[in-house]
């Protein structure tokens, strides 16, 4: 092993469903110098990624902070804090991450009502409000934009319904945030949690995450202070304190609050990538940003139809920065996707479950959201499965749009 040399990846240009290429800026940022857990550096950099993640959330909510781990942690420490063994959970499901939502709510131990739709589809309000009002959950949990199916659930109202009916909103908004609309005090929602990997333009490694004082309530129910933190006696545990000491969201808070109490040593340069994801976002602007990808978005759908592929799925509940598309009978998907890799160095993706193999999911996000990805990937698609017509007809579309 002692010749081997430092790394060295390959090029590759990641238009698939996520991971994406990292902005160039953020991998600057991630090379910066350390500094130590309590140097005022440290803090006033935490207090300014909440500050920036708040308008990225387009939130006021004060518990605003990152969790260290890929955007799984995020849902893991939303669930596990929240919910106790017992309570009753309503999770709209219409692809593999809605199920993850069910299996994390299950291993809290929580009581699970899944609103089942078929793949491709999303979930009506109505239906969702008609379980809701049945079982009076403690928590509605959803996840705007699949990633697995690429639809994209609207929220609008759903945070209203579920305060009617004394419920919390949660959402796992890790590929949607900062390309589709998203409101979380507008649309009424108690908790969000997301990763940096989709149209945050960063590598995985971070969870941005946020909690409406309701939200905050329903941990502190169920959080103490970590015996030998502070001086004297740690408060004495509730009876359903949280079960991970690394996902308590109230230790959490208490280490990114104005209390500071020491929790895990906090991944310093993961703070500075998601620092930066949204520094680079909020100066472009959150809307402007969400414009982008949907323009892109367009551009890239309208050129995979001029290829003569078939797009998945409700059209009207499209996610503007993934897609998905049926793989072409006779086509050996596997076997382009690597043609793509190894020839042209882009990767797109296959899906999962009853999905794999079925459609490809070609992404425009993050810095990727640009003509120049969108019309080299379909050029290269189109070189691969020796058809045209993709990247004039993603052209046109971006035409349309400059000039309509
Ligand atoms: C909607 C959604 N939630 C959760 C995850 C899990 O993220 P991670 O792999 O960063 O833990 C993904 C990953 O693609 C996702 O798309």
Redesign the pocket.
Known sequence: MTDLGPIAPPERLLMG??PINADPRVLQAMAAPLVGQFDPFMTQTMAEASELYRSVFRTANEATLLID?????G?EAVLVSVLAPGDRVVVPCFGR?GH?LVEIAQRCGAEVIKVDVPWGEVVPLGRIEAVVAEVEPKLVGI?P????TTMCQPLDGLGAICHRHGALLYA?V??SLGGNAFEMDAWGLDAASA?L??CLGGP?GS?PLTLSPAAVEAVRARSSVEAGLVDGDATRPPAERIRSNYFDLGMILDYWGPRRLNHHTEATSMLYAARECARLLVVEGVEGAVDRHRRNGAALAAGLEGLDLRLYGDQAHRMHNVLAVHIPDGVDGDAVRAELLETHGIEIGTSFGPLHGRVWRVGTMGVNARPEPVLRTLEALGRVLGRTGGVEAATAQYDQEAHP
């Open positions: 469903p996520g781990g890929t955007a799984r942690a849902v991450f993850l996840v934009g699949d990633t697995s796992d890790t590929a990763g990997q989709k995985s969870a």
